[in-house]
């Protein structure tokens, strides 16, 4: 499985991006994509994470200023940010999980958002 993550740059506080993330290979139909981020010092957390049931997860700092959706037909997820604010600034990874047994976990390449005026 690889992870292709697309859509970080440079935006002033108040602004918005989108983020994309396309996945290949052999992806299950029951699977999780979702995106974290890593700041400078800081460890990896979760943003946010969408079940191709339809079920979402939220970081409580994003909440309502991020959304996250994904195409199932493309192994798409996207993660559309508005109301960004410096402290957004961070490496974002595209995840993915599927399997029970064993549980994959596969990662992007990271795609960096800088948030400064």
């Known amino acids: 499985v690889q992870l292709q993550a697309s859509g970080g740059g440079l935006v002033q506080p108040g602004g918005s991006l989108r983020l994309s993330c396309v996945a290949s290979?052999?992806?299950?139909?029951?699977?999780?994509m979702g995106w974290y981020r890593q700041a400078p010092g800081k460890p990896r957390e979760l943003v946010a994470a969408?079940?191709?049931?339809?079920?979402?997860n939220y970081a409580d700092s994003v909440w309502g200023r991020f959304t996250i959706s994904r195409d199932n037909a493309k192994n798409t997820v996207y993660l559309q940010m508005n109301s960004l604010k410096p402290e957004d600034t961070a490496v974002y990874y595209c995840?993915?999980?599927?399997?029970?047994?064993?549980?994959?976990?596969?990662w992007g390449q990271g795609t960096l958002v800088t948030v400064s005026s």
């Open positions: 969408l079940t191709s049931g339809g079920r979402s």
């Open positions: 290979g052999s992806i299950a139909s029951r699977n999780e």
């Open positions: 995840n993915l999980v599927q399997g029970l047994i064993p549980r994959a976990s596969y």
